[in-house]
């Protein structure tokens, strides 16, 4: 089956269309919320929550290839995940005075796999994981960032500058070792 049947099946409400993109997309899209909730049973919940409302929303997308419905599935999954955050108090930013002139030098990540670097990033406090996610990993801007978490945008680049320095002492320590 293609995408593009299985988008056209599920605007029907055909079940094994449905079955096909949940088989499809579930794992990055478990992989996505993690990301974000460090509990795999809140993880599991939020995608199946992101899920449910693509399947309600289907008849609003418009195919144009696999990777859209990537696109769309993160763009609700990233936001199923901060109205959790939201929810659960944990996404706490507090503005800073002096963000925009915020600049830490970039350096070497090493000889450190992707699973290591992953769970640095799940050890972030919250604030600054969220929105080191939302930049480096999903792309987003500090503009739509600052509206998607309701901040400014130099509140959104001192977390992101905060987090980079706190992975990068994290590395300087294993390095070191």
Request: glycine share 6%.
């Amino acid at each position: 089956m293609t995408g593009q049947k299985a988008i056209e099946g599920c605007r029907k409400q055909d079940r094994i269309c449905q079955k096909y993109i949940f088989d499809r997309w579930s794992e990055p899209m478990l992989m996505l919320c993690l990301r974000y909730v460090k509990a795999l049973p809140d993880a599991e919940e939020l995608m199946l929550n992101g899920f449910y409302q693509f399947f309600r929303s289907v008849e609003r997308f418009v195919y144009t290839a696999d990777a859209g419905i990537t696109a769309w599935l993160t763009k609700i999954m990233v936001n199923e995940c901060l109205m959790f955050l939201r929810r659960k108090g944990t996404l706490k930013i507090v503005e800073e005075k002096y963000a925009a002139g915020t600049y830490v030098e970039e350096t070497p990540i090493g000889k450190m796999t992707a699973d290591e670097l992953y769970r640095l990033i799940l050890d972030l406090p919250v604030g600054y994981s969220t929105v080191f996610n939302l930049y480096v990993v999903e792309g987003y801007s500090h503009q739509e960032i600052a509206a998607m978490l309701g901040i400014s945008e130099g509140a959104s680049r001192s977390q992101l500058s905060k987090a980079r320095e706190a992975l990068r002492k994290t590395i300087s320590v294993k390095q070191d070792k």
